[in-house]
Protein backbone atom coordinates (compact mmCIF):
# COMPACT_ATOMS: atom_id res chain seq x y z
CA UNK A 1 0.00 0.00 0.00
CA UNK A 2 1.05 3.63 -0.26
CA UNK A 3 1.05 6.04 2.37
CA UNK A 4 0.26 9.92 1.69
CA UNK A 5 0.96 12.68 4.08
CA UNK A 6 0.20 16.25 3.14
CA UNK A 7 1.36 19.75 4.67
CA UNK A 8 1.53 23.31 3.92
CA UNK A 9 -1.63 24.76 4.62
CA UNK A 10 -2.77 27.54 7.06
CA UNK A 11 -4.35 30.61 7.03
CA UNK A 12 -3.67 33.25 4.29
CA UNK A 13 -5.04 36.55 2.53
CA UNK A 14 -7.01 36.52 -0.41
CA UNK A 15 -4.42 37.36 -3.34
CA UNK A 16 -1.23 35.73 -1.26
CA UNK A 17 0.34 32.38 -1.83
CA UNK A 18 1.07 28.62 -0.56
CA UNK A 19 2.79 25.37 -1.48
CA UNK A 20 1.19 22.40 -0.64
CA UNK A 21 2.99 18.76 -0.30
CA UNK A 22 2.59 15.36 -0.25
CA UNK A 23 4.96 12.73 0.31
CA UNK A 24 4.00 9.16 -0.38
CA UNK A 25 5.99 6.00 1.18
CA UNK A 26 5.16 2.35 1.22
CA UNK A 27 4.76 0.69 -1.67
CA UNK A 28 5.18 3.59 -4.96
CA UNK A 29 6.12 3.37 -8.32
CA UNK A 30 6.83 5.72 -11.35
CA UNK A 31 3.66 4.76 -13.62
CA UNK A 32 1.10 6.34 -11.55
CA UNK A 33 -0.85 8.91 -11.19
CA UNK A 34 -1.59 11.37 -8.24
CA UNK A 35 -3.86 13.98 -7.94
CA UNK A 36 -4.83 16.60 -5.39
CA UNK A 37 -9.16 17.14 -4.61
CA UNK A 38 -10.56 19.78 -1.88
CA UNK A 39 -13.27 19.43 -0.11
CA UNK A 40 -15.69 22.84 1.22
CA UNK A 41 -17.79 21.80 4.68
CA UNK A 42 -21.36 20.52 2.88
CA UNK A 43 -20.06 20.14 -0.57
CA UNK A 44 -18.48 16.98 -2.71
CA UNK A 45 -14.91 16.91 -2.82
CA UNK A 46 -13.77 17.98 -6.12
CA UNK A 47 -10.96 17.33 -8.35
CA UNK A 48 -8.15 20.30 -8.38
CA UNK A 49 -4.62 18.94 -10.34
CA UNK A 50 -3.14 15.82 -11.27
CA UNK A 51 -0.11 15.15 -12.54
CA UNK A 52 1.91 11.66 -14.04
CA UNK A 53 4.83 10.88 -12.87
CA UNK A 54 6.24 9.38 -16.04
CA UNK A 55 4.81 11.30 -18.78
CA UNK A 56 4.77 14.44 -16.84
CA UNK A 57 1.51 15.71 -17.69
CA UNK A 58 -0.37 17.65 -16.11
CA UNK A 59 -4.58 18.25 -15.87
CA UNK A 60 -6.30 21.26 -14.11
CA UNK A 61 -9.65 21.99 -12.73
CA UNK A 62 -11.36 25.00 -14.43
CA UNK A 63 -11.18 26.93 -11.71
CA UNK A 64 -7.81 26.83 -10.65
CA UNK A 65 -6.30 26.72 -14.28
CA UNK A 66 -3.42 29.50 -14.28
CA UNK A 67 -3.41 29.97 -10.99
CA UNK A 68 -2.12 27.03 -9.36
CA UNK A 69 0.66 24.88 -10.34
CA UNK A 70 1.24 20.94 -9.47
CA UNK A 71 4.50 19.18 -9.61
CA UNK A 72 6.88 16.52 -8.53
CA UNK A 73 10.58 15.29 -7.02
CA UNK A 74 10.73 12.29 -8.24
CA UNK A 75 13.23 11.27 -6.19
CA UNK A 76 11.82 12.47 -2.91
CA UNK A 77 8.11 10.74 -3.99
CA UNK A 78 6.75 13.97 -3.13
CA UNK A 79 4.13 16.30 -5.58
CA UNK A 80 3.63 19.57 -4.60
CA UNK A 81 0.68 22.54 -5.09
CA UNK A 82 2.10 25.99 -5.51
CA UNK A 83 -1.28 28.00 -5.34
CA UNK A 84 -0.93 31.55 -5.90
CA UNK A 85 -3.99 34.22 -6.34
CA UNK A 86 -5.96 32.66 -3.35
CA UNK A 87 -9.47 33.44 -3.25
CA UNK A 88 -12.13 33.09 -0.30
CA UNK A 89 -13.46 30.63 -2.52
CA UNK A 90 -10.34 28.34 -2.48
CA UNK A 91 -10.94 27.66 1.10
CA UNK A 92 -11.15 23.83 1.98
CA UNK A 93 -9.50 20.98 3.18
CA UNK A 94 -7.29 19.77 0.68
CA UNK A 95 -6.40 16.06 -0.05
CA UNK A 96 -3.52 14.63 -2.36
CA UNK A 97 -4.75 11.09 -3.46
CA UNK A 98 -2.64 8.25 -5.77
CA UNK A 99 -3.46 5.40 -8.16
CA UNK A 100 -1.09 3.01 -10.01
CA UNK A 101 -3.69 1.82 -12.18
CA UNK A 102 -3.65 3.09 -15.71
CA UNK A 103 -5.76 5.39 -16.53
CA UNK A 104 -7.02 7.57 -19.25
CA UNK A 105 -6.48 11.37 -18.41
CA UNK A 106 -9.85 12.02 -18.54
CA UNK A 107 -10.57 9.48 -15.61
CA UNK A 108 -7.75 11.47 -13.44
CA UNK A 109 -10.61 13.86 -12.33
CA UNK A 110 -12.89 10.96 -10.36
CA UNK A 111 -12.22 10.17 -6.96
CA UNK A 112 -13.08 6.61 -7.77
CA UNK A 113 -10.15 6.43 -10.21
CA UNK A 114 -7.68 7.04 -6.90
CA UNK A 115 -6.90 4.31 -4.90
CA UNK A 116 -5.01 6.08 -1.66
CA UNK A 117 -5.77 9.04 0.21
CA UNK A 118 -3.91 11.73 2.51
CA UNK A 119 -5.68 12.73 5.50
CA UNK A 120 -6.01 16.56 4.21
CA UNK A 121 -4.79 19.72 5.10
CA UNK A 122 -6.79 22.76 5.92
CA UNK A 123 -6.51 25.60 3.74
CA UNK A 124 -8.27 28.93 4.68
CA UNK A 125 -8.36 31.95 2.48
CA UNK A 126 -9.81 35.44 4.15
CA UNK A 127 -10.92 37.80 2.19
Known amino acids: QVQLVESGGGLVQAGSSLRLSCAAS????????MGWFRQAPGKEREFVAA????????YYADSVKGRFTISSDNAKNTVYLQMNSLKPEDTAIYYC????????????????????WGQGTQVTVSS
Open 26 to 33: GRTSRRYV
Open 97 to 116: AATNKSLLPGLWVLRTSYDY
Open 51 to 58: IHWSAGST
